[in-house]
């Protein structure tokens, strides 16, 4: 028998970046591991309440074979004899979304949709819970992870789950967006247990930022000068380089096992130039 998951969730996709993904938090122990369900130029699903989780792939299924969001959960509930105790919010390749909630589930229980999104909760202490997810995201800016999380946000300020709070999730998918561009996977971050999950959901994300995204241009400069003696000297610190007035070849050595070292690939430049994230994480990791 599928668990009461008594969550708030919502599914997203940007049409222009090709980013499709999903939100939730829950007072249920690792709700990442049942909710979220994308898939890269086909959509995603949240599946939730009396939880359904074959609605996942179904779902999945359904949307690669065509179907619209819409359809999509017609054909999950008309095969599901506990339809009237589920929840499930849909997003398709086209930006359309739908959501849907069982006459059975628990007050308040019940979703929304618009432009691109669907947000859907239950057991919630109230309808604003759902609404607010929904507004923050429409006006939120950033990547689709960004907004996601921005309604989550919103969502446990305006009310959230009327038991409280555990766990929560973001999984995003885009085509060859995944760690070197070998998977569509983009993000996949969970908090199975916390007591301020969402608070803990955005400060691995931040790190996940941090550590597997590209350079923006803004935050490529020289490393020539000062900065390249601060750097030396940073270096000399945390133990990458025996002296802060190394040769180039031994410097640059320096930077590339400390660079490979704390997994920062994504952030590795050319020779003579450096990211600033780097020059700033290399600084507070020495105090």
């Given amino acids: 028998m599928s668990k009461i998951i008594a969550t708030f969730s919502i599914v997203g996709i940007d049409p222009e970046t090709g980013e499709v993904g999903v939100a939730v938090q829950s007072k249920f122990l690792g709700v990442g591991s049942v909710v979220p369900w994308a898939k890269a130029g086909v959509g995603a699903v949240a599946t939730q309440a009396f939880a359904n ?4 792939p179904d779902g999945l299924k ?8 819409q359809e999509t959960i017609d054909e999950l509930i008309k095969h599901d004899e506990g339809a009237d105790d589920r929840q499930v919010g849909v997003v398709d390749a086209k930006g359309n979304a739908a959501t849907f909630t069982g006459e059975s589930c628990y007050e308040w229980a019940g979703g ?26 429409e006006k939120s800016e950033g990547s689709l992870a960004d907004r996601l999380l921005a309604g989550l946000k919103a969502a446990q300020q305006a009310g ?9 999730a973001i999984y995003v998918e885009k085509e060859k967006a995944g760690y070197g561009a070998s998977s ?17 959901l955005e400060r691995i994300y931040e790190l996940h930022q941090l550590y597997f995204a590209k350079s923006k241009p803004e935050e490529i400069v020289a490393l020539t000068g000062s900065l390249k003696e601060e750097v030396a000297v940073q270096l000399n610190k945390a133990g990458y380089l025996n002296s802060v007035t190394a040769d180039d070849q031994l410097f640059y050595e320096g930077l590339t096992t400390f660079l490979h070292t704390e997994n920062f690939e994504e952030r590795e430049q050319e020779r003579g130039y450096i990211d600033t994230k780097v020059v700033d994480y290399l600084k507070q990791m020495n105090g």
């Fill in 184 to 200: 569509d996977v983009l993000v996949d971050l969970r908090v199975d247990d916390h007591p301020e999950p969402i608070e803990e």
């Fill in 53 to 56: 989780p074959s609605y996942g």
């Fill in 62 to 69: 359904y949307l690669r074979e065509g179907l619209s969001a």
């Fill in 112 to 137: 929304v949709t618009g432009k691109h999104y669907a947000a859907q909760g239950n057991i919630l202490v109230n309808k604003e819970t759902v609404t607010e997810m929904g507004k923050t995201f």
């Fill in 160 to 168: 959230g789950d009327s038991r409280g709070k555990q766990s929560a």
